[in-house]
């Protein structure tokens, strides 16, 4: 089946320092990847839409400035939180989804534990 | 009123239980319907599709109301194994494409 890496899955840093995470489709072409952030026994949280050659589409009140998002290739998306705060320590995650817009199967990277000190 | 809405429970259940969970959506133009399971810090996996008709995987059985914008997943048999959060999730319509969204999901405990 599909795979969707993701990486790294844990990162602990200070605050104010910038971390980037990646999202790779490793088998199949990603048209769109989603980004999610998920807080402890929350639902996923959409943060931004992205397709493949164009700016990424963030959801009400996801600041674009501070999660910038890039989908250069059709195998890779990238999520970079700038000056991370402690209020930024989240689970994100990535999906994937290939073909058509109505294609309906998301593949899920296996997720970013963020810990911001 | 939230997109996707489900009862976060959680369902304490004995093993071999039968376990109903609901899930209801805003959006009447919404077009496809899915039950993933996610384990605590782990990433969403995909249960099933969710058809008009009904459909069934083993245990597994979901159903959808269009009428009434209503998706249920009807566990039988509960294992252990089955402890689990349980998400809705409904793709809407968007600019010409789908945009799947979740619901905050169902805790499903299943006791020996």
């Known amino acids: 089946g599909a795979v969707v890496s993701q990486h790294p899955s844990w990162v602990i840093c200070k605050s104010g320092t910038s971390v980037k995470i990646e999202c790779r489709s490793l088998?199949?072409?990603?048209?769109?990847m989603f980004w999610y952030r998920q807080f402890p026994k929350q639902s996923l949280m959409l943060m931004a839409t992205s397709n493949e050659g164009s700016k990424a589409t963030y959801e009400q009140g996801v600041e674009k400035d501070k999660f910038l998002i890039n989908h250069a290739s059709l195998t890779l998306s990238t999520l970079t939180v700038t000056s991370a705060h402690p209020e930024d320590s989240s689970f994100y995650i990535c999906?994937?989804?290939?073909?058509?817009?109505?294609?309906?199967?998301?593949?899920f990277g296996s997720g970013t534990q963020l810990s911001v000190l | 009123r939230k997109e996707v809405e489900q009862d976060p429970g959680p369902f304490n259940v004995p093993e071999g239980a039968t376990v109903a969970f609901n899930c209801t959506y805003s959006n009447s133009a919404s077009q496809s319907f899915f039950w993933y399971r996610q384990d605590c810090r782990k990433e969403p996996k995909l249960l099933m599709s969710v058809y008009s008709s009904g459909n069934e995987d083993g245990r597994f059985t979901a159903q959808l109301n269009r009428a009434s914008q209503y998706i249920s997943l009807l566990i039988r048999d509960s294992k252990l194994s089955d402890s689990a959060t349980y998400l809705c999730v409904v793709n809407r319509a968007s600019g010409g494409s789908y945009i799947p969204t979740f619901g905050r999901g169902t805790s499903l405990i299943v006791h020996p």
């Open positions: 088998d199949f072409q990603a048209t769109t």
């Open positions: 999906s994937a989804r290939g073909g058509r817009p109505t294609n309906e199967k998301l593949f």
